[in-house]
Structures are given as C-alpha cells and as structure tokens.
C-alpha cells in the first residue's frame, strides 16, 4: 500500500483553498502536489507555501504528470463532469466536493462510468455523514434501540446569503445537504418532495421564499420536514430530531457558528482524512456517485416544488447498479 496520497486540487476558490489548507496543515499520509485553476495567479496564492506544488491551467496535464494519485474536485458544479470523466478513465480516487453534477442525467453518466471501471472511485463532499451528531443519530437507527424511525424534523438555518443566491438556490445549494443527509440517517431513498411557503422575511429578496418547509417522505413512510431560514440575520444552525418508537434524539440543538465551516470544521477533517485513508488502502466508503446521483434526482423533485408551492412531485431514480448495492 502507498504510504502518501499525492493530491491535486482542481478549484482554487473558497473550498479549494480551505481543502488545501486542511490538507497542508491537518491531515496525514497526504500532500499537495498540483493545483488546476484557469486563474494562474489565484492558484499560486493557494499554494504560497507548500513545497513541491505545482500550478497547472490544463486538468489533463496535471493528472498526466505522474505526480498524482487521488483527485479532489473543488470547481463550480456545472464544470465537475469534465474533470470527473477523465479523472475516472485515469483510475484515480476522487473526492468531488457537492454537487456531483447539476443535475441527474449528468450525474447517471458518471455512475455509469464509474460502474464501467468496475469499482468505486467517486466520493462525494457530503460532510454532514462525518459530523459526530449525524453519525449517533444514523447509529441510533441501525441499532433499532429506539424501535423503528417514524420522523425526522430539521432546521437549515443560514445569516445571509450572497446577491447571485435565487430562489431555486434554496433547494440546489442549500436543501441538497438535507436530500442526502436525510437518505444517510435513514438509510432509505426519499421518494417525494413538497414546499410550502409563508409569510416572508423583509431580508428575502424577490423570487425567494424565506422562510420556507420543505417536507419529504422516504420509501417506508418516514416523514421529513426541513425548515429553512436563509436571511437569519444571526447565524448559521443545523439541527435535526429524530423521532422514534420510544425515544426523540435530536442533534447540533443550540450549535450558532458564524458560518458552515465552523460549524462541519471537524466533520470536513474527518471527511478528507477518512478519504485519504480509504484512497491508500484502494476502498472507497463515504458517499459514493449513486448517492450523488439521488441527491441530484431529489434536487429536480424539489425544484419542480418551489415552483409550484404546495404541490407533491416524485423523486424519479434509475435501477441502483449492483456497484452500489
């Protein structure tokens, strides 16, 4: 087994940077050695620093060095699925930070690649599986020590959130953690998505409805609600209740950071690191294409929804491959 991942971050942006500096600084048996930005500029200040990074423009030059083993993808989403394709031809590991494509038809095409290359090389950035809390509450209901999980209720609370954020954001950037949060804890596809709105904030601007309740249900009738808040004004809060036969569990109750990544910081470490140990060892474990390919399927269900408050429309999904089973 190879004793150090080298890495090459593609995106040198505000989570390209922060996974460099994790990396860099806090993780183990991995190091920098490539970062791909078109902005040649950007990408040397990301590496200010970090002996034997290089820069690169052109992806393809990077992975073709022969100083890369693993792939950590930190690019707007619409721009993934062509750093993905070629990177799972290479038969390198990946960590793609969500999404893993905009939308579902893109994400089967890279299911289906990755199912052609006979294992699993994808792990998606869904940093909430990592988180502590998460991780009791998903522990609780394999266990069945509470009996069956009957409900899940949820709060995405945001402070702001930027000038280009729309309406539609509220389900693609922001309820995507949920979609897929949701699936992990209870271990179930979600099966329809509704929104409901409300009297809105003076803070939301036009075409966005804040504050909102996005509700879900998952194959066997768990029922989901997610309340948002993204123009809190006061902080960032994620919290979730578990409801189950004999018991309510519920976790980050009273948990206000500034911003998301004080709140995950310790769950995007054990993300990276888990990744890096699992890319060493060639066994891919986190969140995987398929569960990026859900959360994509759910994302459409639930843009339809914001479009049509009040109206239940069903999350459609491809036949799960045997990779994934």
């Not at 808040?229 to 500034?258: I, K, M, N, W």
Request: aromatic share 6%; charged share 25%; glycine share 8%.
């Amino acid at each position: 087994m190879t004793q150090e991942l080298r890495i090459a971050v593609v995106g040198a942006g505000r989570m390209g940077s922060d996974h460099i500096e994790r990396i860099h600084r806090r993780m183990e048996r991995a190091r920098i050695t490539a970062i791909v930005d078109i902005d040649e500029a950007k990408a040397r200040a990301a590496i200010d620093g970090i002996e034997g990074a290089k820069v690169y423009t052109d992806f393809t030059e990077a992975i073709d060095s022969g100083e890369v083993d693993a792939v950590l993808v930190a690019t707007p989403g619409f721009l993934h699925e062509q750093v993905l394709l070629p990177t799972l031809t290479k038969g390198l590991p990946i960590l793609c930070e969500k999404p893993l494509t905009p939308d579902s038809e893109s994400a089967w095409r890279i299911v289906q690649a990755e199912v052609a290359a006979g294992r699993r090389l994808v792990q998606v950035g869904f940093m909430r599986r990592f988180d502590a809390g998460y991780r009791a509450v998903r522990a609780a209901v394999e266990s069945g020590e509470h009996g069956e999980l009957l409900a899940l209720d949820c709060e995405h609370i945001n402070p702001e959130v930027p000038d280009a954020y729309t309406g539609r954001n509220l389900i693609d950037d922001t309820v995507v953690h949920e979609f897929d949060g949701m699936r992990f804890l209870s271990g179930e596809e979600i099966v329809s998505v509704r929104v409901a709105g409300g009297k809105r904030s003076k803070h939301a601007k036009e075409g966005l409805m804040d504050p909102a309740q996005i509700q879900m249900e998952t194959e066997s009738g768990v029922r989901i609600t997610v309340n948002t808040h993204v123009t809190s004004q006061y902080g960032y809060a994620v919290t979730t209740r578990a409801s189950f036969e004999g018991a309510h569990v519920q976790e980050g109750l009273d948990v206000v950071t500034p911003g998301f990544e004080e709140r995950f910081l310790d769950a995007y470490d054990a993300e990276v690191q888990e990744w890096i140990d699992a890319s060493l060892a060639g066994e891919l474990e986190g969140p995987d294409a398929w569960d990026g390919y859900a959360a994509a399927a759910c994302c459409e269900a639930g843009l339809k929804a914001v479009d049509d408050l009040g109206q239940s429309y069903p999350v459609t999904l491809q036949e799960k491959p045997e990779l994934y089973r």
